[in-house]
């Protein structure tokens, strides 16, 4: 298995504008997650989808962020108008559901956004 | 608010020594208890979980929880320049799938 594939992997855009970041979770996974990682605020988990339908978006910062599972193999978190303070790391992640011994979350190699 | 302290280091010990890095959480009903480690510009990777007070080990790595303290450690024999890492602890949150991480301590492994 090619293992959570994120894109793009690095994003530059200024103040304002639109981003979209794209996820594809491990095959059979039915649990996916979208992190932000900074330096001040460390691992962060923004929203949480199972079977396509999100469970938990208090992560979420505010408005501007929007998360989207159309089907089981795609994702997508956009952020509009982005600013400056959103620069971080957007890592994504996925998981099988059962008991707890099928908790292991794998990450996806993230996506390192700046904005100017 | 759930919570999860780590000690942000960094922790340096010479190759050979035992590491020893440190969680607390702030949620009681906490079940499940993991440690990733995250190399400088990658992603976060599972080293182990632990669901039950004492002991867990796994080759160099040993995992220890004590649910009456709220307190998780890991500990890594045989320290390896390699292993020289952040090393997040996370805790599944009571009655989600989702996982509340610490900030990490940095470990750095002198040749």
């Known amino acids: 298995d090619a293992g959570v594939i994120q894109s793009p992997r690095h994003e530059v855009t200024e103040m304002g504008q639109e981003v979209t970041l794209r996820c594809k979770p491990i095959?059979?996974?039915?649990?996916l997650f979208w992190y932000r990682q900074t330096m001040m605020r460390g691992l962060e988990l923004l929203i949480y989808?199972?079977?396509?339908?999100?469970?938990?978006d208090s992560g979420m910062p505010e408005d501007r962020f929007s998360a989207k599972m159309p089907n089981a193999s795609f994702s997508t978190l956009k952020i509009q108008p982005s600013e400056p303070r959103d620069s971080a790391v957007y890592f994504c992640?996925?998981?099988?559901?059962?008991?707890?011994?099928?908790?292991?979350?794998?990450f996806g190699p993230g996506t390192r956004l700046t904005v100017l | 608010q759930k919570e999860v302290e780590q000690n942000s280091g960094p922790l340096s010990v010479p190759e050979g020594a035992i590491a020893s890095l440190n969680c607390t959480y702030s949620?009681?009903?906490?079940?499940?208890f993991f440690w990733y480690r995250q190399y400088s510009g990658k992603s976060p990777e599972l080293i182990m979980f632990i669901y039950s007070n004492g002991d867990k080990e796994d080759g160099r790595f040993t995992a220890q929880l004590n649910k009456a303290s709220q307190y998780v450690s890991l500990l890594i024999r045989d320290s390896q320049p390699s292993d020289s890492a952040t090393y997040l602890c996370a805790v599944k949150d009571t009655g989600r799938r989702a996982l509340t991480f610490g900030s990490g301590t940095r470990l750095q492994v002198q040749p």
């Open positions: 989808f199972n079977n396509n339908v999100p469970i938990d």
């Open positions: 095959s059979g996974h039915d649990y």
């Open positions: 992640a996925s998981t099988a559901g059962g008991g707890p011994a099928y908790n292991e979350q794998f």
């Open positions: 949620d009681r009903g906490s079940q499940s």
